[in-house]
């Protein structure tokens, strides 16, 4: 084989394990961008992670229920459960990763019951 040949076949090699490097680089980011992505969702879904139940009570059935004006935490809290109402806002705000106790009419909320 002539030299030129030679320096032709070691740097077509050299080209497919770059463009393999490459490929598997390619592929890693892509995996590390969608873990990162499944993360940041699963990260924001309401009540993920949390499943501390009221002192005493213990509940595995939901209320998917909108918001109608006149609505609070509180009266809510009373309508649909029996435990003490105080910690019933507490876990609707943790369940639906609410900062405050502010709803809106129309506003979605997940109540356990």
């Not at 309401?46 to 998917?64: F, I, M, N, R, W």
């Not at 935490?73 to 369940?95: G, H, M, N, Y």
Request: aromatic share 6%; with cysteine.
């Amino acid at each position: 084989m002539s030299a030129l040949a030679s320096h032709i076949s070691r740097s077509s090699g050299a080209v497919q394990t770059a463009g393999a490097k490459a490929h598997v680089r390619m592929w890693l980011i892509v995996l590390a961008a969608l873990l990162c992505l499944g993360c940041t969702l699963a990260s924001r879904m309401p009540g993920l992670g949390d499943q501390t139940a009221y002192a005493g009570y213990e509940s595995t059935e939901v209320v998917h229920y909108t918001v109608r004006p006149g609505d609070t935490l509180w009266s809510i809290a009373s309508r649909f459960t029996d435990a003490p109402a105080a910690q019933v806002v507490e876990r609707l705000k943790a369940v639906n990763g609410l900062d405050d106790s502010r709803i809106v009419a129309g506003q979605h909320l997940i109540i356990p019951v």
